[in-house]
């Protein structure tokens, strides 16, 4: 199923949307309702924001693979195939004249962002930050788009400092940067779940722009309209879009946040100066908070299942692959079946590589349930043994955001095999005889696992 917009896919979960008409402030209380809502709890509506009225702030959307599913009209269990299969091909953007982020439009005044209930996370954040803004911008060169999420923090009137970690976006200021030149930018708040998971992905040369992938995903192509104050095109059926120049030269301290990996984290970073800020009535601010159940899924979808695709296509017997929640995607269990040790080896040193951000690889058998942390922990302590069947590769590069990076920005990384390796059945995992299980299971199905 296509939806147009994130209002049609909130429109489409039903009872599993909560609305919280208590009013709720933007300052701590909002972000630690959706940091703390279980993976399990229905996604979050808060329709009374504290000194923001009118606007609502949605959260806790993609918390889970079952929502997560149902925003690509998929299932639990078919959406990694899914998605890997859609992003293959892309649907091109179309524009429109229909624009309802145009409904309202702001570019006088000193203090246009004063009006979004930009939320403030942890206890000793440096202030208000936008965390899931997809940035959106052309290389000044070949006039290619780019997209991808980046941290915003409010410094105040027209200004965000704006962290660029990644490409191509960095790439791109970089270019203009040598110019002497700004680089134009727009970004794009409260769109459908499928476009902000492309935000996030890897693209190839088939299909290299992102807005072409969130077509794909989403089966229908992204309606574009021209902004307002920037030669860049932006949704049309986004809830907020901020357009803004990053400056060139200029560098402002930007933090401290609480980043995905729990920890604190600051930078000197670009800044951006806002030139305008358009939104539909009655705005829906979409509140992701870091180290959250939505970064999960999401690094889970963009990030994993990518690497599931490349790994299966290089070592035989790759069967599934969980990226460890609440790691930034720094940890990651690989399940095979059948796969020799010296090809098991050979996978933990070409995961660790393909990914920077990863540094730590466990491989187990497919008979081990990789999202359950007591079988995983079985498997550690009974088929590993450390001295033979544990890689570590030293000076490696450091991601950005990992608090554990050494200063020359040079790190380590580690890969676990706790395969069996052995048809001995001294490995064989004790198992319920399935008649009785099923039948305990019948009668006492609200009290088992």
Sequence with gaps: MTYRDLRGFLDALGGDLRRIAEPMSPRFEIAAALRQARADAPALLFESVVGHPGWRVAGNLIANRKRLAQAFGSTPEALAEAYLERKQSGIDPVSTSDAPVKQVVATHGDDLLGALPILTHHERDGGPYITTGVVLCRDPASGRRGMGIHRMMVKGGRRLGLLLANPPLSLFHAAAEARGEPLEIAVSLGLEPAVVVASVVKVGPLVPDKMAVAGALRGAPVEMVDAETVALQVPARAEIVIEGRVLPGVREAEGPFGENTGAYFSNASPVIEVSAVTHRREP??????????????????????????????????????????????????????????????????????????????????????????????????????????????????????????????????????????????????????????????????????
Aim: proline residues 5%; aromatic residues 4%; without cysteine.
């Design 284 to 449: 829906i601010y979409p509140g992701l908070t870091p180290w959250g159940n939505d970064v999960d899924m999401l690094l889970w979808l963009a990030a994993g299942t990518e690497m599931l695709g490349q790994l299966r296509a290089q070592v035989a017997g790759v069967v599934d692959l969980e990226l460890t929640g609440g790691t930034a995607g720094f940890a990651m269990v690989v399940a095979v079946r059948g796969t020799p040790r010296t090809e098991v080896r050979r996978l933990i040193h070409l995961a660790l590589a393909l990914d920077k951000r990863l540094k730590m690889v466990t491989v187990v058998d497919d008979d081990v349930d990789i999202r359950d942390p007591r079988e995983l922990a079985w498997a550690m302590a009974t088929r590993l043994r450390p001295a033979r069947d544990t890689v570590v590769i030293d000076g490696t590069e450091v991601y950005v955001i990992d608090p554990a990076g050494g200063a020359p920005g040079e790190g380590s990384k580690i890969g676990f095999d706790a395969t069996r390796g052995s048809a001995d059945a001294a490995f064989d995992k004790a198992r319920l005889e399935p008649a009785a299980l099923a039948r305990v299971r019948a009668v006492l199905g609200d009290l088992m696992q």
